[in-house]
């Protein structure tokens, strides 16, 4: 465990449980050092060309107030929307049409006729897809200044990673046009349609390595310099939206060492050189874990604890509700935790037998955590787990209706309230 993290998490705890943004109601908060966000949002925006736009994965973080904080860094940070209520949260949240890039693989005709009348960018799944946006374009009335793409969505099928769950460029995917059996037909839409003028990809998400990452995106690039010479040849406008997905790996384990952003972005310009040439092609980036998850983390109150003879248990208020995957998948979903008092002062050491982290739903699978070596845990002490900023709270299970928990941002231990502790009325109009 990094040192400086488990500092500055125990330091803005204890900063939480002083001055009252926990209360005695509160028995699990979500927290988000939004001074990391900026830092990198700042980052990925250094590692990239001027004129990129980075869609920041709203599936990884919807959160409303999030959203707001992310536009506020600029012109060139924009959003990712895989359904038609995150454009609608994109919209709401202050985004440009410009800077919104939808990606359903399932989007309605009137889906496709809102966003096209809208001026939002459209990644294409399949030739249907397609088909059907080629017979709404002669109806639609751009908006003024109509400056959206429209690009296909094409699986480089190099594989799978370490996750199969989340690896999307194998022989087979649900998503995009498969390149190997395709190519032809492919080019022929590129030839046959002017205003199809980019193209995206999507490796996977965790447990793909750079390499490739790397290689899906030289096998689009080369593809796309080959039919932007046939387009050339008929008088038509390149190809020049390049949508490379997201995808690169983080560390929930701190002796994990992750590739760094500068560093992927070194490789992709080193195979692509193009791609960072403002005036060939306008790049497209759509991180979400990377940009958010180690910028998050959640504390739970220990309600019991449950002693046998060589397993200790810790009943927490978050599990399978707040963790899905890693209570469902533990040897592919991993965390570090840290146990802290009810002051906040970290304990140290380790108790004689090891932990499992037990959540509170009604189901035997919700732990997230078994055999973990740790301090002795007592009533009413608090368990941190870290890295929890994407891809939990916007995976949250209503099973046995529990409260969605009260999330805290914070800048130098300032807090602000990014969503409010779910009321017992909210969770009744919920199912109502």
Not at 40 to 51: E, K, V, Y
Not at 89 to 115: C, N
Not at 184 to 189: D, G, L, V, W
Not at 409 to 428: A, C, N, T, V
Request: proline share 4%.
């Amino acid at each position: 465990m990094k040192k400086n993290r488990v500092v500055e998490t125990g330091d803005s705890l204890r900063k939480a449980l002083l001055c009252g943004m926990i209360r005695e109601e509160d028995t699990a908060v979500i927290f988000y050092n939004l001074s990391m966000l900026e830092e990198r949002i700042r980052l990925l925006s250094s590692c990239f060309p001027p004129g990129a736009l980075h869609g920041l994965a709203i599936k990884a973080n919807p959160l409303f107030r999030v959203m707001e904080h992310t536009r506020s860094m600029g012109a060139g940070t924009g959003v990712e929307a895989a359904s038609l209520g995150e454009v609608t949260m994109a919209l709401k949240a202050g985004y440009q049409p410009s800077q919104i890039v939808y990606d359903s693989p399932v989007k309605t005709v009137r889906e496709l006729a809102f966003a096209l009348k809208t001026g939002i960018n459209i990644n294409v799944d399949n030739f249907s897809e397609l088909s059907r946006i080629a017979e709404l374009m002669p109806s639609i009335e751009t908006p003024a200044g109509y400056h959206a793409s429209i690009g296909l969505r094409i699986n480089p099928q190099v594989g799978v990673g370490t996750i199969l769950e989340s690896s999307v460029a194998g022989v087979y995917s649900k998503f995009g046009v498969p390149v190997n059996s395709r190519r032809n037909k492919i080019e022929t839409a590129f030839l046959a349609y002017p205003w199809l003028t980019g193209v995206h990809l999507h490796v996977g998400s965790q447990g793909c390595d750079i390499t490739m990452l790397v290689d899906g995106i030289g096998i689009l690039y080369d593809l796309v310099l080959e039919i932007n010479s046939k387009r050339k040849q008929t008088g038509m406008t390149p190809v020049s939206v390049f949508d490379i997905g997201g995808g690169l790996p983080i560390s929930y384990i701190d002796r994990d060492i992750p590739p760094s952003m500068k560093e992927y972005a070194e490789k992709i310009e080193e195979r692509a050189p193009l791609l960072f040439d403002p005036s060939c092609f306008k790049l497209i980036t759509e991180f979400g874990r990377w940009v958010y998850t180690n910028c998050g983390w959640t504390v739970s109150r220990v309600e019991y604890v449950k002693h046998e003879a060589n397993i200790n248990t810790a009943m927490l208020h978050v599990g399978a509700d707040l963790f899905v995957r890693e209570c469902l998948n533990q040897r592919d979903w991993h965390h570090e935790y840290s146990v802290y008092n009810h002051e906040g002062q970290l304990k140290t050491g380790y108790s004689e037998s090891t932990w499992n982290l037990a959540g509170p739903l009604c189901f035997s699978g919700d732990i997230m955590a078994k055999e973990l070596k740790l301090p002795v845990v007592e009533e009413g002490d608090y368990i941190v787990i870290h890295d929890t900023g994407g891809y939990t709270f916007s995976m949250w299970s209503r099973y046995n209706s529990r409260q969605t928990p009260r999330i805290l941002g914070y800048h130098d231990h300032q807090f602000e309230i990014l969503k409010e502790r779910e009321s017992l009325d909210d969770l009744l109009e919920f199912w109502r």
